[in-house]
């Protein structure tokens, strides 16, 4: 089983929709949760952090699930600039060291 | 402030050349991390050094690749012989202490004819 997964997608949704990603973890040791956000032939670039009590910011919530081990990610209200691959990430348990998702693909339709 | 800056950008060479990747990380942070990012493979770790020494590098492919990190400022990848299945992105990036994200650099994006 893979560290972490994700659904590759990709997902294809109008302007203005609302779009959720989950993203599953197999290490129960695993500490710190992240979004990456990766345009195409750009580098990952943090989206935001995943705390144990949801946290949000603008368009964008988190969500944190320990019992099942996974973490989500909500998008409301979709702009066309939102089209990228958000990955999810994980770390280790111990150390300075994650696990990166392979990713899920958005694409925003006008 | 500036980020992790990696160097070259984009490097196309022939099987058999030795290749050599460079970054300097983010100043004042602690660990550096070198990726390869492939569309089979997604984004794969090669190498973690924490202050400046090799933490894990489970991840490294095999014996053609080395790296180090001679000083807080500065790292090195390298690859001799490289192979046209190297082809990738490899990605550079630091954080400042444990469980923290990491910030990456532009990448290099490496093609072996």
């Known amino acids: 089983r893979k560290e972490v997964e994700q659904d590759p997608g990709p997902f294809n949704v109008p302007e203005g929709a609302t779009v959720a990603f989950n993203c599953t973890y197999s290490?129960?040791?695993?500490?710190?949760f992240f979004w990456y956000r990766q345009d195409c032939r750009k580098e990952p670039k943090l989206l935001m952090s995943?705390?144990?009590s949801g946290n949000e910011d603008g368009r964008f919530t988190a969500q944190l699930n320990r019992a099942s081990q996974y973490i989500s990610l909500l998008i409301r209200d979709s702009k066309l600039s939102d089209s990228a691959t958000y990955l999810c990430?994980?770390?280790?348990?111990?150390?300075?060291?994650?696990?990166f998702g392979t990713g899920t693909s958005l694409t925003v339709i006008p | 402030d500036a980020g992790v800056i990696q160097s070259p950008r984009h490097e196309v060479t022939e099987m058999g050349q030795e290749v050599t990747l460079r970054c300097k990380p983010i100043?004042?942070?602690?660990?550096l991390f070198w990726y390869r990012q492939t569309m089979m493979r997604g984004l794969e770790l090669l190498i973690y050094?924490?202050?400046?020494?090799?933490?894990?590098d489970s991840g490294m492919p095999e014996d053609r690749f080395s790296a180090k990190m001679p000083n807080a400022s500065f790292s090195t990848l390298k690859i001799q012989p490289s192979e046209p299945r190297d082809s990738a992105v490899y990605f550079c990036?630091?954080?400042?202490?444990?469980?923290?994200?990491?910030?990456f650099g532009d990448g290099t994006r490496l093609s072996i004819l």
């Open positions: 990036a630091s954080s400042l202490v444990d469980n923290q994200p990491q910030h």
């Open positions: 290490n129960s040791a695993s500490q710190s």
């Open positions: 995943v705390y144990s």
């Open positions: 990430v994980v770390n280790k348990g111990t150390g300075n060291q994650f696990y």
């Open positions: 100043s004042g942070h602690n660990s």
């Open positions: 050094f924490n202050n400046n020494v090799p933490i894990d």
